[in-house]
């Protein structure tokens, strides 16, 4: 595997490199290592050059990826090309994504929350950006359990393909949920007839259970154990940010479609506020709407 580590030299983006070396055969994984000098937030009127500024930020990025490199080796994986550039973090990281071909973006996230949030965040705007696999890390954490939750499409069913080829899950907590909304939140208006709802709910149910059963055996198959199926009630985001919350889950694999700026604009996408809001770290793979 083929990794673009993304890092500023903060604990957070650190973190992702160590939580990330937990869940993957590392003999396997190459990791190129990029690191972008910013210097766009200072004034016009500030000489740069005169002040030093590039050669400090320069020898600030050596340091960065020296350390890096260290960490990659000592967590048994191999260090590829080490990346110092000059610009926009989120720019550089997109232009280094076309020149080479990654199996994943590894980049930690500071989790900005208020007006911080509205302004955006390098994450973000990384994954918005690209159709490559991310993971994405916001805190340290045990490496334990990995909950994924399906929908039944082939595109839910292609992200755990994604970790099951890439990931080593032995001795994981593996669990595996899907997520019913309430039947009665379908229908806004008139009366709906008791008996019918009672059969949609049913066979929802039914359906789930089809469903967390054919996602088990592809475990199975693979010879990991599922620790849990389980089907949750309510708004998708939502309940599955709970869930991860309440059971302390460490990572959750997550699908999404490569849809257009207009429609995230008009419609968001559960991957997304999951990715915001979940204290877990996230496999985020992507597809095409037309590979669905």
């Not at 050669?55 to 890096?68: G, H, K, M, R």
């Not at 996602?215 to 940010?241: H, R, W």
Request: aromatic share 8%.
């Amino acid at each position: 595997m083929k990794v673009l580590f993304c890092t500023d030299g903060s604990g957070i983006s650190f973190n992702s490199l160590e939580n990330f070396s937990n869940f993957v055969c590392r003999e396997s994984v190459t990791v190129d290592i990029i690191c972008a000098i910013d210097w766009s937030f200072l004034p016009d009127e500030v000489s740069i050059e005169e002040s030093g500024f590039v050669n400090s930020c320069a020898n600030v990025a050596d340091n960065i990826l020296e350390c890096s490199s260290k960490d990659v080796e000592e967590y048994g994986m191999k260090v590829g090309q080490k990346i110092k550039v000059c610009g926009s973090a989120v720019e550089s990281i997109l232009e280094q994504c076309q020149k080479e071909k990654y199996d994943l973006i590894l980049m930690g996230s500071h989790g900005r929350k208020g007006i911080q949030k509205w302004l955006g965040s390098v994450s973000r705007d990384v994954i918005s950006n690209i159709k490559t696999p991310a993971y994405i890390s916001k805190y340290k954490s045990p490496c334990k359990s990995v909950l994924f939750p399906v929908d039944g499409s082939e595109h839910s069913i292609s992200g755990i393909k994604f970790a099951l080829d890439n990931f080593d899950l032995r001795n994981k907590e593996i669990l595996i949920c899907m997520v019913n909304e309430d039947a009665q939140t379908l229908f806004l208006e008139g009366a709906v007839d008791t008996n019918w709802l009672m059969q949609i709910e049913k066979n929802q149910e039914n359906y789930a259970n089809n469903i967390l059963k054919k996602v088990q055996k592809m475990f199975e198959d693979e010879c990991y154990t599922v620790s849990e199926t389980i089907i949750l009630k309510g708004n998708p985001a939502q309940v599955i940010i709970d869930y991860t919350v309440k059971h302390k889950i460490d990572m959750v694999c997550l699908t999404s479609r490569n849809t257009t700026k207009f429609e995230k604009f008009l419609l968001g996408s559960i991957s997304s506020r999951i990715l915001e809001y979940t204290p877990s770290d996230v496999l985020l793979c992507r597809v095409d709407k037309q590979e669905e």
